[in-house]
């Protein structure tokens, strides 16, 4: 520090812009210059003690110095540098506030005027500076960049807090900006309160990085030390000849005597020996020893004991335990016949991947149980409705926290053989693509004879062969799985149970399980055929068989209750007790044929539950020749309805319809259920005879269900879904079928019971429908009982014929 008096301030002084750092008064500052502006103020005076005011301007020359508090400070010991800079010395002297600027020969002069600290009390600044100093001493300890020596040379000082102030702002690291705020606050109080917070501020940062450093050193020394003693310990016991360490070394041992293939084996014992690196207590250890548990726990190469497969065998199993379903059972018994005389050569086949299509209830997942029991395989089920991230296909990556192998390796260590029945249910409710990627992209390898192989899950990042698994998948529709998936699979639809299926299905599995499972015998409980009938009908008309089994189970808990109350002697169960139970039916009698009427037609449409009835309504009134459409329509359904107006239209005169151009009739066809939504191609003919019969006066019969769809040409074209149609008609006592002739061929799968109860009628084209369905007008009903006929009938002579 300097004592030099403050001179005299003469009227111009020499503008020293600094861009770094800054001159604080009573204090020597080293610099070097390059500016051109401060070059020319150096040549412009030579000699040493020049006075200069001193400004921190970090883009030199830019800043507006008028009012702002400088420096003045004596330049001396000057002498040049390297690459034309030029080197010196200020010493401080005391702070002054620019009045006024002007521009000199290549630089900058300045006006200014003393300016004083403002006074400060000392029961206020005495505080500050105590807190400046502990924390600098603070800092001082925990921080090797800080200056040890400043809390002394600052404690040195508190007399003069203004000398304590410049002191701690040029020598406690303080950023330019921060220099030079201390500069321009002449209030003292003020300018020991803001050093005070930033010293401070930075002894806390600094107490922080000290402890996570002392931290850091701690884990440090204490792994360096247990790896060192660790090094020991196996250098003793490879001494002692003792070289079991512990887990490790039996981890080790069922490696190598786990029956793994060999690059498994590789990967396990390399894995092992990473082990033995890490110490216990780190997290990695963990997960590379669960890693090592997962590859040991997985069947690579257990299979199933008897692997021989007796027809005979898997026939009575598929027999005992489901009834009906011949196209299913016949297409299993091939498959497994060619699995039967290939023989066991080391690897299966690479047959199909079965799929039961059919609707909720109808006996899929028990199917697959009959399966494995039969062949004497593990059976496990996995169900994958919802399933939205392609992880749990493949697995997680095992960077992740919380990471496992997916849904299938997850089953196989479960079942522990690698040539288990493996159920995929419920694949057509998988999501398709979305933020975890697409799971139903990711099945393509699991289902494909091809490629699963050498299936490798993300966190065993290991090759696991899946062909030896029997894949069955279930589904309730397949338009829901994608084409690429879909391609490799083989199709067995399952439609449903008619009635008398139901009926036989209950006397021989349903019945027995109910009545254990309910604690009471048939003693208690007495059906007939005639109440199974009842339920199965006017109960429980669906294609499976679970809203059948829910309605038995309740008579069965309304007995049991009643027994328990003490309620002796059997109940024979009649139409009365059944609706006492069960309420009132929620289905008409199956025998209730309606009467024809005109515009109104029974259609078949194919539902994921089942065939359904669809009523087709239509209407006509006066009008401008407009036709409505409502019930919640796809657009092929509405297409439909297009193609069966013009259709009609072009067959005015045969069909004797009044108003052939629809110029004066308003058509209304409607579907009801408007909530359900309605779309496919297999209404048109249902919705052509609707409009044909309102349009003709003519009645349609009602005992009769109508499927097909119509060209504008009249041809009636194939469509699908027939046996579950077919079903749906049975069960509500519809004995007649109108199917296009395309379709004869789809009478085969049709149980012989319900193809030998109905009646068929084959179409190729709509005039033949119109001659089934649409009967002759009634005698009271006649041409010129219609509006206008006979002037409309006149203008239709005159269309030329259809």
């Known amino acids: 520090m300097s004592d030099h008096p403050a001179p005299t301030l003469p009227a111009d002084l020499p503008l020293l812009a600094l861009r770094s750092t800054i001159v604080f008064p009573g204090g020597r500052l080293a610099i070097q210059v390059a500016g051109p502006e401060n070059h020319a103020l150096l040549a412009a005076h030579p000699d040493d003690g020049t006075l200069v005011c001193c400004l921190l301007d970090p883009e030199e020359g830019t800043a507006d110095p008028a009012g702002r508090i400088g420096v003045i400070a004596r330049l001396v010991d000057r002498r040049p540098a390297e690459r034309g800079t030029v080197q010196f010395t200020l010493e401080g002297l005391q702070r002054a506030r620019v009045t006024g600027v002007r521009d000199a020969a290549g630089f900058r002069v300045v006006r200014a005027e003393a300016a004083p600290d403002a006074p400060a009390e000392v029961a206020v600044v005495r505080p500050l500076m105590h807190r400046i100093a502990e924390a600098?001493?603070?800092?001082?300890e925990r921080d090797p960049a800080f200056p040890a020596e400043l809390p002394g040379l600052l404690r040195r000082e508190v007399a003069r807090p203004d000398r304590f102030a410049d002191l701690a702002a040029a020598r406690g690291g303080l950023r330019p900006a921060e220099k030079d705020a201390v500069v321009q606050c002449l209030d003292l109080a003020a300018r020991l309160t803001l050093l005070a917070e930033r010293f401070e501020r930075e002894a806390a940062k600094a107490t922080v990085q000290e402890d996570v450093r002392q931290a850091t050193e701690r884990r440090v020394d204490r792994h360096h030390r247990e790896f060192y003693l660790r090094q020991q310990l196996q250098a003793i016991r490879a001494e002692l000849g003792e070289t079991d360490d512990g887990d490790l070394g039996e981890l080790r041992r069922r490696v190598d005597e786990a029956d793994l293939p060999e690059a498994v084996a590789t990967e396990a014992r390399r894995e092992v020996e990473r082990l033995r690196a890490l110490s216990p207590a780190s997290s990695e250890h963990q997960l590379l020893r669960n890693y090592v548990d997962w590859i040991l726990a997985l069947p690579w190469r257990a299979r199933s004991g008897d692997r021989r497969i007796t027809l005979a065998r898997v026939e009575g199993a598929l027999d005992g335990r489901h009834y009906g379903l011949r196209e299913a059972k016949e297409r299993i018994l091939e498959y497994l016949a060619v699995r039967q005389l290939r023989g066991d050569r080391g690897r299966d086949p690479q047959g199909p991947i079965l799929c039961f299509v059919g609707p909720p209830g109808t006996g899929k997942t028990s199917l697959g149980e009959a399966i494995a029991a039969s062949l004497g395989r593990a059976f496990y089920r996995i169900s994958v409705g919802g399933v939205r991230d392609e992880a749990e296909i493949?697995?997680?990556?095992?960077?992740?926290?919380?990471?496992?192998?997916?849904?299938?390796?997850?089953?196989l260590r479960r079942v522990q053989v690698n040539d288990p029945v493996l159920m995929i249910d419920e694949i057509d409710k998988m999501a398709v693509g979305g933020p975890g990627g697409d799971p139903t992209a990711a099945m393509l390898e699991v289902l494909d004879p091809g490629q699963n192989g050498t299936f490798t899950d993300h966190y065993l990042n290991l090759p696991f062969d899946l062909s030896s698994v029997l894949f069955i998948c279930t589904a309730n529709s397949l338009l829901d799985i994608p084409p690429a998936l879909r391609d490799r699979l083989e199709v067995i639809r399952i439609a449903g149970y008619t009635v008398e299926e139901k009926v036989e299905i209950a006397w021989r599995y349903l019945l027995p399980r109910l009545f254990d499972e309910h604690g009471i015998t048939d003693h208690d409980l007495q059906f007939t055929d005639e109440t199974l009938s009842l339920v199965a009908n006017r109960y429980a008309r669906e294609a499976g068989l679970r809203t059948f089994e829910r309605h038995l189970a309740a008579l069965m808990r309304r007995r049991a209750k009643r027994k328990a109350e003490g309620e002796a002697g059997a109940w024979v169960l009649d139409a009365a007790r059944i609706a006492e139970v069960l309420g009132p039916p929620r289905?008409?009698?199956?025998?209730?044929?309606?009467?024809?009427?005109?515009?109104t037609v029974t259609g078949l449409a194919w539902t994921s539950n089942g065939g359904e009835l669809m009523t087709i309504e239509a209407l006509r009134m006066p009008g401008t020749g407009k036709l409505i459409v409502t019930g919640q329509l796809g657009d092929v359904m509405r297409e439909s309805v297009d193609a069966a107006s013009s259709y009609v239209r072009s067959r005015a005169r045969a069909l004797r319809v009044a108003d052939p151009e629809l110029r004066a009739t308003d058509l209304h066809v409607h579907f009801p259920a408007g909530s359900v939504p309605k779309d496919g191609p297999s209404a048109g003919v249902a919705v052509t005879l609707a409009i044909a019969s309102v349009m003709s006066q003519r009645a349609v019969r009602r005992d009769i269900a109508v499927t097909g769809e119509v060209t504008l040409r009249g041809r009636v074209l194939e469509i699908g879904g027939v046996k579950e149609k077919v079903l749906a008609a049975y069960r509500a006592g519809l004995r007649h079928v109108v199917l296009p002739a395309a379709n004869e061929k789809d009478l085969?799968?049709?149980?012989?019971?319900?193809?030998?109860?109905?009646?068929?009628?084959?179409?190729?084209?709509?005039?033949?429908v119109v001659d089934a369905m649409l009967l002759t007008r009634a005698p009271e009903t006649t041409a010129s009982d219609l509006p206008l006929f006979d002037e409309i009938a006149a203008a239709a002579a005159d269309l030329p014929p259809a």
Not at 136 to 140: I, K, L, M, V, W
Not at 394 to 409: M, Q
Not at 587 to 599: D, L, S
């Open 136 to 140: 600098a001493d603070e800092q001082a």
């Open 587 to 599: 289905w008409a009698p199956e025998t209730a044929e309606q009467e024809p009427e005109v515009g």
């Open 394 to 411: 493949r697995g997680h990556r095992r960077t992740y926290v919380g990471a496992l192998p997916g849904l299938l390796i997850q089953a």
């Open 748 to 768: 085969r799968e049709i149980p012989p019971e319900v193809r030998a109860a109905c009646t068929w009628t084959l179409v190729t084209t709509m005039d033949e």
